[in-house]
């Protein structure tokens, strides 16, 4: 963990708040969790790191990525509040995660949640959505970056994000026009001149560069399934 982690002795503390999902494995794992802040830009995990621990977003927003050996980087999913990422099969990091803005996260100890759920099969089943929804959204994620035209790609981008927010027609992006195109495999000039075209044909109206109203929401959605 970087030095630009927020750390407190009132931010590292065990985790008392809602898990979300299934209830009754909420008790024994609201025990194994320590909060910690971090500022926005900040390195959470790096690639080759040990793998020991994992996290849940409370709040904020986290992109998790390779780094390519010519510089470039993928970004492989962003997380929000309520997901859980880190939970790598080895026994180092295959990806790095890093904060798109600032974040409070839950860090859980891979030995103590894995003892955890040796003794209470709720929490084995709590983890195995999260894994099974991480290993979905990779699936979907693979086939996105395939044979789709940019304005598939954004209309997608745009639906997924309607999908997570609690308003539909309106979507808040903490992440940068750079942040978009390394998730979609494309450049920066064509995700924002896809984004002009959106404007153009009516499907959005962009509010600044992080705010975004889908207009045409079943147009997106024509777009997106071609």
């Avoid at 309520?82 to 099969?89: K, N, P, Q, T």
């Amino acid at each position: 963990m970087t030095a630009q982690m927020m750390v407190n002795t009132a931010g590292a503390r065990a985790y008392t708040g809602s898990l979300g999902g299934m209830a009754e494995a909420a008790e024994p794992l609201r025990a194994a969790g320590t909060v910690i802040r971090f500022a926005q830009g900040c390195e959470i995990f790096a690639e080759g790191d040990d793998s020991d621990v994992f996290y849940k977003v409370l709040s904020g927003v986290v992109r998790v990525c390779k780094f390519l050996s010519d510089g470039r980087r993928q970004i492989e999913a962003f997380h929000i509040a309520g997901d859980i990422f880190g939970m790598d099969l080895g026994d180092a990091r295959g990806l790095s995660a890093e904060t798109v803005s600032e974040c409070t996260l839950v860090c859980y100890r891979r030995r103590q949640v894995d003892m955890l759920a040796a003794k209470d099969e709720a929490v084995t089943r709590h983890l195995l959505h999260f894994a099974m929804e991480n290993l979905a959204h990779a699936r979907g994620h693979c086939l996105l970056l395939g044979r789709r035209s940019a304005a598939e790609k954004l209309a997608v981008f745009l639906l997924e994000w309607a999908d997570r927010s609690t308003e539909p027609a309106i979507v808040h992006l903490a992440m940068t026009r750079q942040d978009i195109a390394d998730y979609l495999g494309l450049t920066i000039e064509t995700v924002s001149r896809t984004f002009s075209q959106f404007e153009r044909d009516g499907l959005i109206a962009l509010v600044g560069t992080r705010e975004v109203h889908l207009k045409k929401m079943a147009a997106l959605e024509h777009v997106a399934a071609r």
